[in-house]
């Protein structure tokens, strides 16, 4: 037998009879048949139920008793191949009479424990059958109360663990069955600081999901007097993972939080797996009540640093989480000047992570902005780290903050020279954009900068393979673009006159908007020619080949795609003329889209085309929208910082 016995005081439920000098008749019916000295009686040997029997059990037919009886076999023998036993099959499908008629003729397969080691009342449990539960406590309880003191407390089954160490309570609470939760804290309050192999007890499951009346019914420890008695209680008794602060915060539930703190607020300085303290996870989750409720009790734990030497307002400035910032710095404002390890402070870590907002908040605000310019252990300021982690929006936020822009960190360089030596000879658009829009914040502080400074640096494709997928894309996008342009021309709206003396000619020949649709049809035939022809010389597999023939073909197509458009529009226009309403919606739908197609390919050609002025910088900041520069998950940086180790692997997926 694999029961563990732990000699602990088995308790009775208020719900049940009290047993002790009761009459016969008062008890319930099923237990009229029990004989406590079987309870004990354990069989030495076991047989393999067969399929009849182990599905009958399992659908609870009521015949099945009866086939049980007449087997030959005693029921206490019989097991299936997980090892259950009857009373298990019945326990966990939640066969109620079946259970009081199987406890009542085999009493000892109440301890019996399968191949998990789990007995039935953790298979009832788990299983969520709140009556079954009901009535293998009110079997227990009326046992144990007919045993001497010394077998009472073996009859202990509400502390057994099974093979994971799960108790039926963890069982219970784990499938979210909060009344069978409840029914067993009111047995064996004990029980609901026991933990699993994985370091879980009960009590922090209830903490887990958020039930407040359950967290209170397993706290109610207390033999002891006054609030030290208590603590002691509750420390002593409780095992594996005491963060319970954290699991209440993660739930985001305060008030599992005030009943927690309330029993014991020392619980409240304990770290979690990752050594956070309480009011560090909650500023990085940004649960804002939670973090309110934290520095309403104390503010204390502001100036306590987490294992790896952050503190929290670092955590909630790295998680973007503002109104937590604002209320840490309005409650302790000296908060402001904390480092962590790297002799970083919340600038830092705003910058580092892309967090524009906070960094608009604080270079807006004259308590906060000369945090912009000071520097951690390496030399680098807050626009240093942001241009080697290539965070766009952030940069226009901390390049206006006086000498910001000049400052040069302990391998002696600027944020322009770390952007300019780290940005990448094939395309990536997010170092581009980077690119761009710090060379446009140094240019529009020096007038000579705006023509000498240029925007963007010469590409080349990422390799070879995808270069030549990539051509044949644009190939196949001019030659459509040119056969449709050139199939329009041909076509020409209104019509040809079918009489002399202007045989042949336009109908519309003298409406101007025929002469705009003819000059933008040309065009855009014109360009996509071009673009065919200087694709195919990038055909011919030389790489400064293709990567030239890119320079002239990418313009000249984006060039074609704009006039085809505009060829369309004038060419609606020419045969609706006169319907001055459809006219004005033909319009603002063609100039919506017009602008759209812009603002989409418009980062896209232009960032590959090298030496653009500064000056032109104002027109492309829109671009940086497009950057997703919080997802470190999506793109990691590789830009060597001040000691020449790399930040990280660069990917553009």
């Known amino acids: 037998m694999n029961l563990i016995y732990n000699g602990v005081r088995t308790r009775r439920l208020s719900c049940f009879p009290q047993c002790s000098g009761e009459s016969i008749e008062s008890v319930p019916e099923f237990f009229t048949n029990l004989i406590v000295s079987d309870l004990f009686h354990l069989p030495s040997e076991y047989v393999l139920m067969n399929p009849e029997i182990f599905s009958a059990v399992s659908a609870g037919n009521k015949e099945c008793l009866e086939k049980l009886r007449s087997y030959g076999t005693p029921m206490a023998c019989l097991k299936s191949s997980r090892g259950d036993s009857v009373l298990h099959l019945a326990a966990t499908w939640g066969h109620l009479e079946l259970v009081k008629s199987i406890v009542s003729e085999c009493p000892c397969l109440l301890i019996q424990p399968n191949s998990m080691n789990q007995i039935p009342i953790h298979a009832a449990a ?83 999901a958020g039930n407040v009346s359950l967290v209170k019914a397993m706290l109610k420890t207390t033999n002891s007097n006054g609030l030290e008695g208590r603590k002691y209680n509750f420390n002593s008794q409780l095992e594996g993972k005491k963060f319970l602060v954290h699991v209440a915060l ?30 560090s996870f909650g500023a990085s989750i940004g649960f804002y009540k939670g973090v309110c409720n934290l520095l309403d009790r104390s503010t204390k734990s502001v100036y306590i640093c987490n294992d790896d030497g952050s503190f929290p307002i670092h955590l909630a400035a790295k998680n973007g989480h503002i109104r937590i910032v604002k209320e840490i710095l309005k409650r302790c404002p000296d908060s402001k000047h904390l480092l962590n390890k790297q002799g970083q402070n919340v600038l830092h870590i705003a910058a580092n992570s892309g967090r524009y907002l906070l960094l608009f908040h ?45 400052m040069r960190n302990n391998s002696g360089l600027t944020a322009l020279d770390i952007a300019e030596s780290n940005v990448k000879p094939n395309y990536i658009f997010r170092e581009r954009v980077t690119l761009m829009v710090l060379v446009y ?82 065009l855009a035939m014109q360009s996509a020619v071009v673009t065919i022809a200087t694709l195919i010389w990038a055909q011919l597999g030389d790489p400064a080949l293709a990567h030239r023939s890119l320079y002239v073909a990418l313009p000249s197509l984006f060039f074609a795609l704009f006039c085809m458009p505009c060829a369309f529009y004038f060419g609606v226009v020419i045969t609706v003329g006169k319907v001055r309403g459809l006219v004005v919606v033909l319009s603002v739908i063609s100039m919506i889209f017009f602008l759209v197609m812009l603002f989409v390919l418009g980062p896209h050609v232009i ?14 900041l829109h671009f940086m929208w497009f950057v997703n520069d919080e997802d470190d998950h999506i793109y990691q940086t590789s830009v060597k910082v001040a000691s020449g180790d790399r930040v990280g692997k660069s990917e553009c997926l």
């Not at 902005?369 to 290539?390: S, Y």
């Not at 070879?464 to 001019?478: F, H, M, P, R």
């Open 126 to 208: 788990r299983a969520g059958h709140l009556a079954v539960v009901e009535a293998l406590v009110a079997s227990v309880t009326y046992l144990s109360a007919r045993l001497c003191e010394e077998e009472r407390k073996s009859l202990n089954l509400y502390d057994l663990k099974d093979r994971d160490g799960d108790t039926a309570l963890h069982l219970a609470l784990t499938g979210r069955n909060v009344e069978i939760a409840a029914c067993l804290v009111n047995l064996n309050q004990r029980a609901s600081f026991l933990a699993n192999k994985d370091g879980i007890s009960p009590l922090y499951l209830a903490v887990e």
């Open 441 to 522: 914040c140094y240019a529009i502080r020096e007038f000579r900068l705006q023509w000498t400074k240029k925007l963007t640096k010469p590409s080349e494709p990422l390799n070879c393979g995808k270069n030549k997928e990539y051509i044949s894309a644009l190939l196949l996008v001019a030659a459509l673009v040119a056969t449709v342009t050139f199939a329009a021309g041909f076509t020409i709206p209104g019509g040809f006159n079918n009489s002399a003396p202007n045989l042949g000619m336009a109908t519309l020949a003298n409406d101007p908007n025929l002469f705009y649709f003819l000059v933008f049809d040309t």
């Open 607 to 620: 960032l590959q085309i090298p030496g653009i002025p500064a000056f032109f910088g104002v027109f492309f």
């Open 362 to 406: 604080f270079t807006n605000c004259g308590k906060t902005k000369h945090l912009a310019v000071e520097q951690d252990l390496d030399g680098n300021t807050p626009l240093h780290l942001a241009t080697m982690k290539w965070r766009p929006r952030a940069l226009p936020y901390l390049s206006r903050v006086s000498g910001s822009l000049y």
């Open 250 to 279: 993660k739930g985001k539930n305060t008030d599992v939080i005030d009943v927690i703190l309330k029993e014991d607020s020392s619980i409240g300085d304990e770290r979690d797996e990752e050594g956070m303290t309480c009011l």
